[in-house]
């Protein structure tokens, strides 16, 4: 439920953004995540670990979404169809 809450937050923030994410941005997003993700697997109590998925989840939604919109918007509209097929089947693992 926690991760959900995050997540949420996420999205709504992600609402925001009206410009290609940047690379830094991808990367730092993505190291962001990478990061909450070790710490909240780490967390020797449940209650810690609720209260650290929260931030996890919106860290993956913005994570997410940056790499959804940069792919998006970085290729031609003719185009656009087929790339996101590829990406989404690269990026769903399969």
Same mark, same amino acid.
């Given at each position: 439920?926690? =991760?959900?809450?995050?997540?949420? *937050?996420?999205? *709504? ?10 690379? +830094?941005?991808? @990367? ?12 909240? &697997?780490?967390?020797? #109590?449940?209650? =810690?670990?609720? @209260? ?5 989840? =919106?860290?993956? +939604?913005?994570?997410?979404? %940056?790499?959804? %919109?940069? *792919?998006?918007? &970085? *290729? #031609? ?5 087929? @790339?996101? %097929? +590829? ?8």
């Amino acid at each position: 439920m926690p =991760l959900a809450a995050g997540a949420c *937050v996420g999205a *709504v923030v992600a609402t925001r953004r009206t410009v290609r994410p940047s690379s +830094l941005f991808l @990367v730092a997003s993505a190291i962001g995540f990478a990061i909450l993700e070790i710490v909240t &697997g780490l967390m020797p #109590d449940f209650a =810690l670990t609720g @209260v650290l998925l929260v931030p996890t989840g =919106l860290a993956m +939604l913005t994570f997410t979404t %940056a790499a959804n %919109a940069s *792919v998006q918007m &970085g *290729v #031609d509209p003719m185009m656009r169809g087929r @790339v996101m %097929a +590829l990406y989404l089947t690269c990026f769903m693992g399969g």
